[in-house]
């Protein structure tokens, strides 16, 4: 890595940080993250252009390039590959550590609610949003490839100290929302398996000391904690697909329902559950955690062929992996929209007094319709198919949540590490972040029962959706500097569509967060929320400001802030090393 006048550059470093100023490699932050970086395989292609830079002349004959080496050889272009699974299969891991994010407890409780009450009718949407969070994370995989750092590190070095601090306090409220979620879906699920004997505190604790352990795997090997999470989405899979098969949907409802925009027939109720489907895919923390997960391979970012390799291989790897997450959340919409889709509280508390179930006072005697949510989900997957199919639901939502929990947890600690420029030890890291996040869920945990916390999770859905903008419009920014990204920043087309997917996307979330307060019904607390509002948006305009001159609309520069120092060059080839 080049930079021009680096003198400059390193005065620059020593003033307030600056959202233009460039990224030297002397003044980046040290990851503290993992411990080893996985390999990437050279192939021919790389050969060839060592030759190219080294003036050696590229034959374009079928002769090996490994036969070839050496000054005044000719080496063969024809042996390079556009693809290779070698390649594909040492980038593999990230993504999917990142596409658990879509499958943890919030999610599929939004996926069983989806199909209870709109049937197949929302399958469109969950595509749709599973596609915008693509595009969203190929943002922050780009951003982590190019600069070597993640986003809260980047956001750490180019805001002032006030919104740092206000955006580190937005982020981690997300944490805590979404840990919150996992824990307790670790919980009800360990209540489900053990029939009640272990109550939703108990639960909590185990989640939490073996949260704790299985952390540290990554001591043995980062690709063996990748296998180890690669396990629980197979475990996932499973267990839902089972769900599947047992109820048996129409398979030409659910490929109508996926490729057919409609809902005829849906009221507000299934407009607020389209809504709740976009939140709770989407997540802020999710986008800091995969900008830093692709920091753990081996790629020299001097070199723009392998800086855009990895681009394309990171990308290849998200698309796989948020497809079968994508698989598995339209296995648990299917099954609720087939056997629960118009029923009634009456008809399954009968259903449920026929099997024999001990759970049958949970559904009042009326005409109501059902609403599930994780707990009630697996207690009606019973009634009507047998207690096998109320285990393997909690295996799977204990693997769901198992798995989250432990990513969530590694946000936690690359967004504190990142906005604080902390250098702890891995333990303390590990200690403070789950602290932060675990109280208020053993608090839950302690007053609420295991039969109501639908409404705590609908205000924790709330609370994150409030916090995406603090997310998509920073990785926006950044990904758009070309002092940051040079060659790799968005063009035109994606600073434009990009903006308007995050302003859908915000404005989606906001229209949910409105109808959560109006449905409060207090004078008190609608007064609370105005002023909360007022300074939120606030902060949301500042943050759009800065963003649009980074895209470009320097006219809104009005205090001469926009500052235009040489960028960081990255080499066209590496030295060739004969």
Request: net charge negative.
């Amino acid at each position: 890595m080049k930079t021009e006048r680096d003198g400059d550059v390193l005065e620059e470093s020593q003033r307030e940080p600056d959202l233009y100023s460039p990224v030297s490699p002397q003044d980046q932050p040290v990851s503290t993250y993992f411990e080893e970086k996985v390999p990437i395989p050279d192939d021919d292609t790389t050969k060839v252009a060592h030759a190219e830079r080294c003036g050696v002349e590229v034959f374009t004959g079928p002769i090996p390039s490994k036969t070839l080496r050496g000054s005044g050889s000719k080496l063969s272009s024809d042996t390079g590959r556009m693809f290779s699974f070698r390649k594909l299969w040492a980038f593999t891991g990230p993504g999917f550590l990142m596409s658990i994010a879509y499958l943890d407890p919030g999610n599929i409780e939004s996926d069983l609610q989806s199909g209870a009450k709109a049937g197949f009718k929302l399958l469109w949407v969950l595509l749709a949003s599973t596609i915008i969070g693509l595009l969203l994370q190929r943002l922050a995989a780009r951003l982590g490839v190019v600069t070597g750092m993640h986003l809260a590190e980047v956001c750490n070095r180019h805001y002032p100290t006030v919104p740092r601090i206000i955006l580190w306090l937005m982020v981690e409220l997300a944490i805590i929302g979404s840990d919150m979620q996992e824990v307790i879906g670790c919980a009800i699920a360990l209540n489900l398996l053990s029939v009640g004997r272990i109550p939703l505190w108990a639960g909590v604790l185990i989640t939490i000391i073996d949260t704790f352990v299985f952390l540290f795997l990554d001591k043995y090997g980062l690709r063996k904690l990748e296998a180890f999470f690669g396990f629980l989405i197979t475990v996932m899979a499973l267990s839902f697909g089972y769900e599947y098969v047992r109820v048996a949907p129409d398979q030409g409802e659910v490929l109508k329902g996926m490729f057919l925009p409609y809902c005829q027939g849906c009221g507000p109720t299934q407009l607020e559950q389209a809504v709740g489907i976009v939140g709770a895919v989407i997540m802020p923390h999710n986008i800091y955690l995969h900008s830093a997960l692709v920091k753990s391979r081996d790629i020299d970012r001097g070199n723009k062929r392998e800086v855009k390799e990895a681009n394309k291989y990171y990308f290849i790897e998200s698309t796989i992996a948020l497809f079968v997450s994508f698989l598995i959340n339209v296995f648990v919409v299917s099954v609720f929209a087939e056997a629960f889709y118009g029923k009634t509280n009456m008809e399954v508390g009968q259903k449920c007094n026929e099997s024999g179930s001990p759970h049958s006072d949970l559904f009042p005697a009326n005409n109501g319709t059902l609403e599930v949510d994780i707990y009630k989900g697996g207690v009606v997957l019973g009634c009507f198919f047998g207690p096998a199919a109320l285990y393997i639901w909690a295996i799977g939502i204990l693997a769901a949540g198992q798995s989250s929990t432990m990513t969530g947890t590694y946000s936690g600690q690359f967004v504190m590490e990142g906005f604080l420029n902390l250098r702890w030890s891995r333990f303390a890291r590990v200690l403070l972040t789950r602290s932060i996040a675990i109280f208020p869920t053993l608090l839950v945990a302690v007053f609420q029962d295991v039969r109501h916390l639908t409404g705590m999770n609908d205000f924790l859905n709330v609370l994150q959706s409030m916090q995406l903008p603090f997310a998509l419009i920073p990785i926006l920014t950044f990904t758009s500097l070309t002092t940051l990204m040079n060659d790799f920043a968005n063009g035109l087309g994606w600073k434009i569509s990009g903006g308007v997917l995050i302003l859908v996307v915000c404005a989606i979330n906001m229209y949910f967060v409105v109808v959560y307060v109006t449905a409060l019904n207090s004078t008190i607390l609608y007064v609370f929320s105005a002023l909360l509002s007022i300074a939120y948006l606030s902060f949301v305009i500042y943050l759009v400001w800065r963003c649009l001159i980074a895209l470009g609309v320097s006219r809104l520069d009005f205090r001469g802030t926009v500052q235009h120092p040489p960028a960081v060059l990255i080499d066209e080839q590496p030295e060739f090393d004969s």
